[in-house]
């Protein structure tokens, strides 16, 4: 009975529950990665990102005041102060004076210093080191504290990223550079591909099968493998250190799907309207600009997009045809790779860095996902 029109499958849950599956399993990760890049990198050290929202205990290592604030009272040398700085609500449970026993004391103790005189250390972080002999040195006393945090969220990572830290400039250079191999990237072969598609579709030429043939099977080809030929070709005509090098390659691989694509959707198009055209005196050229092209916009869009994020999360095609020393052409994904190698374990930098990049792509998703749908289910019902 299951087959009969108006009836619904009894494996209609199993779909809803691929469904179900399929979003977790890209939703968890993206959902991570923005939650990460508002934590501190003791958090993200700490606990997951799923603990975000509960206190969390952390290893701290912290340092006193510099000898130089140092005050004599009653015959002796006191510095006070607080160990978090100000604003930060953390509760101390245990503390030492050594990295390797960070535990020996608990809160309210007091600690006999190495080079003399005493600490005490309160639950809040507020400490009293004393001394009948004057301080030395040009800094603070380290203390290694086991504390509870409250959660915390914090734009100093975006800050540092966009606005005045170290990495910013590298990464709004990587950005526009992006954007610089994206957009012509995604507009060469979406134009090319129009072209191609129309007179796979509706013109009447010898070997027209073949080449319809020979398209889809391109589709199979991996990616890896025409790369260092094509190098080598790039590099023998003068484009293989350049942008120009890099578009010409994404047009090479991205070809086949947008020709296949655009030509399975044309083809679904009605004839009658094209032929009325043509019995009316309109030109290929003018059929294609007048009417295809506008009735076509949905399986232009969908392309779109799939090219758009192909090439804005592309790696292996920029490293390969983007030669460049100097880091004026480094796009977002080799940017990232260098940011891990020279801050592996700034992990909140990392993860800005990397929410960042993918915040164009989903902006361009969510925009355009309309079109999507509509562009890929194009000719699969007639």
């Known amino acids: 009975m299951d087959n009969i029109a108006g009836t619904k499958s009894s494996l209609t849950w199993a779909v809803h529950l691929s469904v179900v599956a399929l979003v977790a399993l890209w939703l968890f990760p993206t959902v991570g990665l923005l939650v990460s890049s508002f934590r501190t990198a003791d958090q993200i050290a700490t606990s997951g990102w799923w603990k975000s929202m509960f206190p969390s205990e952390q290893n701290l290592t912290l340092r006193t005041d510099a000898p130089e604030t140092q005050a004599q009272i ?3 040398y006191v510095i006070e102060g607080k160990l978090f700085e100000e604003g930060k609500d953390a509760t101390i449970s245990v ?3 050594s990295s390797r026993a960070i535990a020996d004391f608990n809160a309210g103790d007091t600690a006999e210093l190495r080079k003399g005189g005493t600490v005490t250390v309160q639950a809040d972080g507020s400490y009293r080191m004393e001394n009948a002999e004057p301080f030395e040195g040009s800094r603070g006393s380290r203390i290694f504290v086991t504390a509870e945090t409250p959660p ?9 990223v966009l606005i005045t830290g170290d990495a910013t ?3 709004t250079k990587a950005f526009f550079n992006t954007l610089t191999v994206t957009i012509p990237a995604t507009i060469i072969p979406i134009l090319i591909a129009a072209f ?6 509706w013109m009447d030429f010898p070997g027209r099968a073949l080449l319809i043939a020979f398209i889809v099977a391109l589709l199979v080809v991996p990616l890896q493998l025409a790369l260092i030929p094509l190098l080598r070709l790039h590099l023998g005509i003068g484009i293989g250190k350049g942008y120009l090098g890099v578009w010409l390659a994404h047009t090479g691989f991205g070809l086949p799907l947008a020709i296949y694509l655009l030509r399975n959707y044309m083809v679904g198009l009605p004839r009658d309207i094209i032929e009325n055209a043509r019995v009316d005196g309109a030109t290929e050229f003018q059929i294609f600009t007048k009417i295809i092209l506008p009735l076509s916009f949905p399986a232009l869009a969908s392309f779109a997009i799939f090219q758009f994020l192909w090439t804005w999360n592309d790696l292996l095609v920029s490293l390969v045809f983007l ?3 100097t880091g004026e052409t480094t796009v977002m994904t080799k940017q990232i790779v260098e940011l891990l190698g020279t801050r592996g374990g700034n992990w909140e930098i990392l993860a800005t860095s990397a929410f960042v990049s993918i915040s164009v792509p989903l902006l361009v998703f969510f925009a355009m996902q309309k079109y999507l749908v509509r562009g890929l289910l194009a000719g699969s019902v007639k």
Do not use: P, Q
Not at 152 to 157: G, I, L, Q, V
Not at 196 to 201: H, K, N, P
């Open 74 to 76: 009653d015959g002796l």
């Open 95 to 97: 503390w030492g004076i």
């Open 152 to 160: 915390e969220f914090t734009w100093a990572n975006y800050k540092n």
């Open 169 to 171: 400039d590298n990464m």
């Open 196 to 201: 191609a598609a129309y007179a796979l579709a």
């Open 323 to 325: 030669i460049d020393a």
